[in-house]
C-alpha cells in the first residue's frame, strides 16, 4: 500500500469522535505516528506527512485557536424552509464529530444566499475575505452556488453542497462537464438528470401519460431539472406538447397557464419554488383545459409548508429518497432516527425540507478532509494545507453517511442517485405523512 493511500485508509477514521468527545491533546496524533516526522528547514516546525502539497496554500491554526469553516444557505425568505435545516444539520455534524486533532471546529455566524444569485454573490465576498477559512457547506440553491462556487474556489477552499442539484454544477452523468462546474465544488445532493430520468419513468410508466408540458423560472435548477425531464421524456417516446418560463415574481399564472393548455398536456410538470408554485396549483386546475390535468412539483416545492396548502393536495412531488432507515454516518456513529430526535430535542420541529442528511454527510466529508490534510507541529500548532483537502474529497470512496454509500466522481458529484415520488395526501395535519407516503422510487 503506498503511504498516500495509507493515510486516506486511517483519515476515515482518525477525526471522528462521536457524540463530541474532543480527541484527548497528551495522545499522539494518529496520522502523524503513522509516518513518521522530520524538521523543515524552512520554519524549524514538525513536518508530518499529510494530504496535500502546498500548491493552494496552507492555514496556520495557532495552539489554543479554532479552525474556521462557514455554513452558507437560504435562511430567509420564501426558501427557508431548505435553508435552514441544511445549517441546523451542519451544526449538528459538528457537534457530533468532535474536535480535530484536538482542535475544535467553529461554523460561525452563519450566512444567507437568499437563494439568488446576488446573494450567493454576497455571501461568497465575505467569506473570502477570511483567509482562515477552510471550507463551506452550501448553498442551498444552484443559482446561488452558480455566483458563489468560483469566488470560494478560486480562494483554495471547498464548497460543498447538500442540496444543489443542477447538472450544471457538475455534469450530465455521462462524462461531459457542466458549464459552471469550478473545481473544488463538491455536492452530497443528487444530480437532476437522475430526477429527469426518475420523473420522465414515472410519468410514462406509472402514470401511463405521453403528453406533458413543463413550468421553470429561469434559476439553473429549475431550468436545469425542466430540461432534463424533457430530454428523458422524448427520449423514451412521449411529447413536451409545451416548454414555458415564468417570472419567480409573478402571481398571475393565467397568460402562461392558458398558452399551456392549448397544447393539451396531460401532466403539467413545474419543478419551481414558492411562492410561485402555489399559484401554478392554485389556478392551474381553473384554466378551461387543465381542469383534469395532473400536478407535478420537485423539491423546490417539497416542504411542509406547501404540502398543507389545499390546492396541492394529490399533487406528486419527486425529491431524494429519504428512507435512511440505519444508514449510520461512520464519523459520528449517528443514525438518521437518532439525528432526527436531536434535531427535534433543539428546534421543537421536525426538519421542513428533505436535504437535512445530505448537509449532515457534506459537513462530516468536510471535517474528515479537514483532518487528512493536516498535523500538528512542535509547538502545538495546527497547519492545514488546502490541496489536501481536495486530494481526500477527490478519493471519497464507500464512505458511509446518513444518505447511505458516498462516492465522488470527479465533477464533484458525491451523492446517490436515488429518488422517490411522493403523492400529497391533503390537509395540514397529513403533511408530514405526505413526505413519506412514496409511491414510485427510482435509482441509477
Known amino acids: 500500500m503506498t503511504l498516500l493511500a495509507a493515510l486516506f485508509a486511517l483519515s476515515l477514521v482518525t477525526a471522528a469522535c462521536g457524540d463530541g468527545d474532543a480527541e484527548e491533546v497528551d495522545e499522539p496524533d494518529p496520522v502523524a505516528t503513522a509516518v513518521g516526522d522530520d524538521m523543515s528547514d524552512a520554519e524549524g516546525e514538525m513536518s508530518m506527512e499529510h494530504l496535500g502539497d502546498g500548491s493552494l496554500g496552507v492555514v496556520r491554526v495557532e495552539s489554543g ?6 455554513s452558507l444557505e437560504a435562511i430567509t425568505g420564501d426558501v427557508a424552509f431548505l435553508g435552514l435545516p441544511n445549517q441546523r444539520a451542519t451544526m449538528l455534524a459538528v457537534e457530533h464529530f468532535g474536535s480535530i486533532h484536538g482542535f475544535d471546529v467553529e461554523v460561525g455566524v452563519g450566512l444567507d444566499d437568499l437563494c439568488s444569485s446576488d446573494g450567493g454573490q454576497a455571501a461568497a465576498q465575505i467569506v473570502v475575505a477570511d483567509e482562515d ?31 444543489n442539484t443542477s447538472p450544471a454544477l457538475t455534469s450530465d452523468l455521462d462524462g461531459n462537464v457542466g458549464e459552471n462546474r469550478n473545481i473544488g465544488y463538491y455536492r452530497t445532493a443528487h444530480n437532476d438528470r437522475a430526477q429527469g430520468e426518475a420523473v420522465s419513468t414515472f410519468v410514462l410508466e406509472y402514470l401511463g401519460l405521453t403528453k406533458a408540458a413543463t413550468i421553470h423560472d429561469g434559476d439553473p435548477y429549475t431550468q436545469g431539472l425542466a430540461q432534463a425531464f424533457q430530454d428523458f421524456f422524448e427520449r423514451d417516446g412521449g411529447t413536451v406538447t409545451a416548454a414555458s418560463a415564468l417570472n419567480k415574481e409573478d402571481t398571475d399564472m393565467v397568460p402562461v397557464l392558458t398558452e399551456i393548455a392549448a397544447s393539451a398536456p396531460q401532466l403539467l410538470f413545474f419543478p419551481i419554488f414558492q411562492p410561485a408554485g402555489d399559484f401554478v396549483a392554485d389556478q392551474a386546475p381553473g384554466i378551461p383545459g387543465l381542469e383534469s390535468t395532473v400536478l407535478m412539483g420537485a423539491d423546490g416545492l417539497l416542504n411542509l409548508d406547501y404540502l398543507a396548502l ?8 419527486s425529491g431524494p429518497d429519504t428512507r435512511f432507515g440505519e444508514n449510520v454516518n461512520q464519523s459520528t456513529g449517528k443514525t438518521a432516527d437518532e439525528f432526527l430526535t436531536a434535531y427535534e430535542q433543539l428546534y421543537g420541529e421536525v426538519p421542513a425540507a428533505p436535504f437535512w442528511a445530505h448537509a449532515y454527510d457534506a459537513t462530516t466529508l468536510l471535517l ?25 474529497l477527490d478519493s ?19 451523492g446517490a442517485s436515488r429518488i422517490t415520488v411522493i403523492q400529497n395526501l391533503g390537509g395540514e395535519e397529513n403533511a408530514a405523512a405526505s413526505m413519506q407516503n412514496v409511491v414510485y422510487a427510482y435509482a441509477r
Do not use: K, W
Open 396 to 414: 471519497v470512496q464507500g464512505y458511509s453517511g446518513l444518505i447511505g454509500t458516498i462516492n465522488c466522481d470527479e465533477f464533484g458529484d458525491c
Open 133 to 163: 477559512v477552510l471550507g463551506v457547506i452550501g448553498t442551498s440553491c444552484s443559482g446561488a452556488a452558480v455566483a458563489a462556487a468560483p469566488l470560494i474556489t478560486d480562494a483554495g477552499m471547498v464548497l460543498i453542497s447538500g442540496s
Open 368 to 392: 474528515e478532509a479537514i483532518a487528512a490534510a493536516s498535523y500538528v507541529d512542535a509547538d502545538g500548532n495546527l497547519h492545514v494545507d488546502r490541496q489536501g483537502i481536495r486530494n481526500y
Open 65 to 70: 485557536g479554532a479552525i474556521q469553516i462557514r
Open 310 to 317: 389545499p390546492q396541492t393536495a394529490g399533487m406528486y412531488l
